[in-house]
């Protein structure tokens, strides 16, 4: 596998004579006419990228010249033309019997005598002095794809584990014939461009021996959103044609740019695939490869190391750069990288331009909104942001696409290729298998199509002729609703929306939602509720992590067993999960800040959660309970928040994520304020240090009061409109008797909140709020702009109508 060692290589692409071979060291990005996208990429790596680290195997081109050589030489050009001169892409009958002829009259052809001595002399000089025939990778490279506005991801074919000369020059052959796969033809026709005006070339790659260890996709940017600061990653055992295709579903990792470039290790998710099967060699019984299972252990770990996720997220990083100052424009790019067995090494083995979200319109924001709900059905991976509703096809394998109608919800394995004439025409893509880099993510995406990927039994569970409505709308989960449910698609113009004085911010608890509501107009998240990573991602009780040895609760323990499955050490899963949970909110924000408020549930919210009824007590009122600032420093907690201080420890220090601070919620004395501060230095948050800002809520009469000697312990305030009105008032909030009396435009509610932005203003502290009010009254946002708030936090949702209210304020 060594890059340096590739005898006689100048030698011989100098010296050929029809100009059949050109060495990926010899090629550039500039020669796709001569040799198509993926061999103009993987020369241009060779090239430029290897001296900087990234590992790229060895190999050549067999051109498109050679192509065309063997198409005249064999006299198949007028052939193909007859065949194809009455195609109707749209009858899949005719497509199919077209596409078959043609490629077996390509098929039939024998390859030029001259073509194939120099394929067999290239293929000689990769091997050297090796006595054993070389395992070699045989790619096609169209002279039209891996184009900025066009990928033609998977219209011709690979072969892997291709050994000795005989099997390179019949692969060659059967690589030639599928430029004419039914699915290219129809991709060709779709994208409008002409079949004869297109050739194909040919990699020849030294395979790398992931079938002994993993491989998989990249992406440097965000498949769902558009994000351009993360790094998608996907892996699975084995050789990486499952990940592509579809076939398994793979461990995901997203890694931040920004952050990862300054020497962090920004790991912000890692999610577990199921992994059921890996492609490897077949060493008999004529297949190349084949398909085995995975034993159940090492579905149930992760394929790669953390060290082995940011080198491929660093090398990413570099291709892109390197791409976006050739173009002079951003270049996200689709990456396929490979492990090897043998060595440990990595190797990237394939990269082209990211073709759909890096086109995406950025001036206008698009969401789509349900307008109801109804039993779900199934749930999987989401493709994409959109909503559609139709029928139920359900197609277990391609011989019967024939049956599919458009406008239909497609539901099938796996997608691949062949299936790309109906994918065009579905409303919906339902697939068991895959994951976000998968052939049906890539192509729904392309099309504009939302699609849900392993959903394990959507073949099962869904059946012809229901109908449903598919909503990749809420998140990165994917869910299948019965029946047709409305639902709304804004479109908002961001070109001519005004910037107001007054910083408009975000209230945010779901990171699986943070990139894509990046998007909307805002000064960063000015509260991020760490309640709601704790009970979907989490789900156990702090105390029962770290008691978990002594716990008594068997049925607690067993489940507690079960979600931290491979965490030997139980509070670290805690720590992990709620890290990975913080750092998707405050990266997708980065470098504005992001507040995040400690946990702030009270005593019967923590007895629901996994073990937790061991732990807390039984009160009469928990709203006025132990609950806020008061459990962090207590003994009955205090292990508890010893885990969130290392989690947010993890984020800023390990992940570089500074822009987080942090706001201490229900503080109802100055001293309590000191004393949780105390307790935060115990695990390395000290106010100022590395940028720490702490904040206090202001949520309380008594933190209004004595807003002086409050600022002189924080950095600032927001204010919680919710629990102040309450407690002004004398109002459970959680009574319905009593609920018309609560309102938060009560003037004596408005007085206090005037009281204490006066005294931060004077004090020289921030001042914001990030109750529900302005949220739901524009006219109380309007008075808060009035009264000369630093910032006014909101729900997503009403973020452009309150811009448009504060702008109308601010310049009356």
Request: aromatic letters at 8%; proline letters at 5%.
């Amino acid at each position: 596998m060594n890059q340096s060692t590739q005898p006689g290589r100048q030698t011989h692409s100098a010296s050929a004579p029809h100009a059949f071979i050109k060495w990926f060291a010899d090629i550039a990005i500039g020669e796709i006419p001569l040799v198509g996208g993926k061999n103009a990429s993987l020369g241009e790596m060779v090239r430029e990228l290897t001296g900087k680290g990234v590992k790229v195997p060895d190999g050549f081109a067999i051109t498109a010249e050679a192509f065309r050589h063997f198409i005249r030489e064999a006299r198949l050009d007028e052939r193909i033309r007859t065949t194809l001169s009455d195609l109707d892409t749209h009858d899949m009958a005719n497509l199919s019997q077209r596409g078959h002829a043609v490629r077996q009259a390509i098929l039939s052809a024998t390859l030029p005598r001259d073509l194939e001595y120099e394929i067999a002399g290239a293929y000689r000089q990769l091997q050297g002095n090796n006595a054993v025939p070389l395992d070699v990778a045989v790619r096609s490279s169209a002279t039209a794809e891996d184009l900025p506005d066009a990928s033609f991801a998977g219209q011709q074919e690979t072969y892997l584990n291709v050994q000795g000369v005989a099997a390179l020059l019949e692969t060659s052959k059967r690589c030639f014939a599928s430029l004419f796969t039914d699915r290219a033809i129809s991709y060709r026709v779709d994208k409008g461009f002409d079949h004869f005006k297109i050739a194909l070339s040919i990699g020849v790659q030294r395979m790398v021996r992931s079938d002994l260890a993993c491989s998989g996709v990249m992406f440097t940017i965000d498949t769902e959103t558009g994000f351009r600061d993360a790094v998608l990653i996907s892996a699975a055992y084995g050789l990486g044609e499952n990940v592509v295709q579809g076939s398994v579903t793979p461990d995901e990792y997203v890694v931040f740019k920004p952050t990862l470039k300054t020497g962090h290790r920004p790991i912000l998710q890692r999610t577990v695939g199921s992994k059921e099967f890996k492609l490897v060699y077949d060493l008999g019984g004529g297949k190349m490869v084949k398909n085995v299972p995975v034993p159940p252990a090492d579905r149930s770990r992760l394929s790669l190391t953390d060290d082995e996720v940011l080198e491929l997220a660093r090398w990413g990083c570099l291709v892109e750069d390197h791409y976006s100052a050739k173009r002079g424009q951003p270049a996200p790019m689709d990456l396929e990288w490979a492990k090897d067995g043998i060595t440990g090494e990595l190797f990237i083995v394939q990269a082209r331009p990211e073709t759909v979200q890096s086109r995406k319109n950025l001036d206008v924001l698009e969401s789509y909104q349900l307008g109801q709900r109804s039993p779900v059905l199934i749930t999987g991976r989401s493709v994409g942001e959109k909503i559609a509703t139709g029928r139920v096809r359900v197609i277990k394998s391609a011989q019967y696409i024939g049956q599919f109608q458009e406008g239909e919800v497609l539901v099938t394995d796996k997608t691949d290729p062949d299936w790309q004439p109906i994918m065009k025409k579905a409303a919906a893509i339902v697939t068991n298998r895959g994951g976000r880099t998968c052939h049906a993510a890539i192509v729904s995406r392309e099309l504009g199509v939302p699609a849900v990927v392993g959903t394990e039994h959507g073949t099962d569970t869904l059946k012809d002729g229901q109908l449903v409505t598919v909503s990749c709308a809420e998140g990165d989960t994917g869910i299948v609703y019965e029946g047709v449910l409305p639902y709304e698609v804004k479109r908002t113009s961001l070109k001519s929306l005004g910037q107001p004085r007054t910083k408009v911010m975000m209230n945010l608890a779901n990171p699986e939602e943070a990139f894509s509501l990046s998007f909307i107009p805002n000064e960063g998240v000015g509260l991020a509720r760490m309640e709601f990573i704790i009970t979907t991602y989490i789900k156990i009780h702090p105390l029962a992590l770290v008691d978990f040895e002594r716990l008594d609760d068997r049925m607690a323990k067993a489940e507690i067993e079960r979600l931290t499955t491979g965490y030997t050490d139980k509070p670290q899963f805690f720590v992990d999960r709620l890290a990975q949970g913080v750092g998707m909110l405050a990266a997708a924000f980065y470098p504005k800040d992001v507040v995040l408020r400690l946990s702030d549930f009270k005593t019967n919210e923590y007895a629901n959660l996994i073990g937790g009824k061991t732990y807390e007590p039984d009160e009469e009122n928990p709203m006025l309970g132990f609950r806020g600032a008061s459990r962090y420093y207590h003994p009955r907690y205090q292990a508890g928040f010893a885990l969130e201080c290392r989690a947010v420890t993890k984020v800023r220090d390990e992940m570089g994520l500074t822009n987080l601070k942090l706001m201490i919620p229900f503080c109802r004395t100055v001293e309590e304020g000191r004393r949780v501060q105390a307790e935060m230095a115990k695990h390395g948050l000290r106010r100022g240090e590395n940028g720490l800002e702490i904040y206090v809520m202001c949520e309380i009469p008594s933190n209004v009061i004595l807003a002086d000697e409050f600022a002189d312990l924080f950095d600032g305030f927001s204010i919680g409109s919710n629990d102040l009105t309450q407690l002004i008032l004398g109002v459970d909030r959680d009574s319905d008797i009593v609920a018309p009396l609560f309102d938060e435009r009560n003037p004596a509610v408005k007085k206090m909140i005037a009281q204490v932005i006066a005294t931060c203003r004077a004090r020289g502290r921030k001042i914001g709020i990030c109750g529900q009010a302005p949220s739901d009254y524009p006219e109380f946002a309007q008075f808060l702009v009035e009264q000369g708030i630093d910032s006014i936090s909101l729900n997503p949702d009403t973020v452009l109508k309150t811009i448009l209210a504060i702008l109308k304020q601010e310049n009356a």
